[in-house]
């Protein structure tokens, strides 16, 4: 099973930018569906963004136009950029990898240990 290990949270201010990175240690990266989910302590996990095997993208309402999703195969990474950040865009960041199309967190098998953004207002 591949082991996913994100990277490039941080601290910053309201309106800032960041790019996290997600790299997938295993053969498979081509051929899964990769995802980005986040968390707030107390609250259920919920979906960001997707991103395809054909390239195919689909972000969740709060975050479309800001946050962009891809993938480079050659690195076997995920990034999620993440523009005009916002308080409420403070969470733990997570990426996972499935064999589906879905924005559902119990049909991602493989995640990564997350990595955390925090937005200041």
């Known amino acids: 099973q591949a082991q996913l290990v994100e990277s490039g949270g941080g601290l910053v201010q309201t309106g800032d930018s960041l790019r996290l990175s997600c790299v997938h240690s295993?053969?498979?990266?081509?051929?899964?569906?990769m995802a980005w989910f986040r968390q707030v302590p107390g609250k259920d996990r919920e979906f960001v963004a997707v991103?395809?095997?054909?390239?195919?993208?689909y972000y969740a309402d709060a975050v479309k136009g800001r946050f962009t999703v891809s993938r480079d195969d050659a690195r076997t990474t995920l990034y999620l950029q993440m523009n005009r950040l916002k308080p409420e865009d403070t969470a733990m960041y997570y990426c996972?990898?499935?064999?589906?199309?879905?924005?559902?967190?119990?049909?991602?098998?493989?995640w990564g240990q997350g990595t955390q953004v925090t937005v200041s207002s």
């Open positions: 295993g053969r498979t990266f081509g051929r899964d569906i």
């Open positions: 996972a990898a499935s064999k589906r199309w879905t924005t559902q967190v119990n049909e991602y098998p493989t």
């Open positions: 991103s395809g095997i054909a390239g195919g993208e």
